[in-house]
């Protein structure tokens, strides 16, 4: 048994809202070429898993911010955006998966402290 505290709770979307930020990034340089093919599997899947951790986390919200992420990055019917528009929407979803990361937050069920309290 250890004596450090354990958090009161946890964020389970934030590693995977700065790895998606971090390819949506990088995906700026691949917009117009094939390989932005891999970069909206990424996108599409990550935002996935981070709505399923917004519910779980009783934030739907962030379902509902995260939906047209998944809609626009969709891989399989790509929408027929190119250029400036995607460039522009990048660094914009990169924002909303890191905001999603920090404010999705849920109670630690394994919190040693709480009968502390």
Avoid at 54 to 68: D, G, I, N, T
């Amino acid at each position: 048994m250890t004596s450090y505290p354990t958090p009161e709770f946890r964020r389970p979307a934030l590693a995977p809202g700065i790895l998606a930020t971090i390819v949506l990034l990088a995906g700026v340089a691949l917009v117009g070429t094939d390989g932005f093919t891999w970069i909206r599997y990424a996108i599409c899947i990550l935002a996935l898993i981070v709505c399923v951790f917004a519910v779980q986390a009783k934030h739907w919200w962030w379902a509902v911010a995260l939906a047209p992420v998944v809609i626009a990055w969709n891989p399989v019917v790509p929408l027929p955006f190119e250029g400036w528009g995607w460039r522009a929407a990048q660094p914009v979803a990169g924002l909303v998966f890191m905001a999603a990361g920090v404010l999705i937050k849920m109670r630690n069920p394994e919190d040693r402290n709480a009968a502390r309290r």
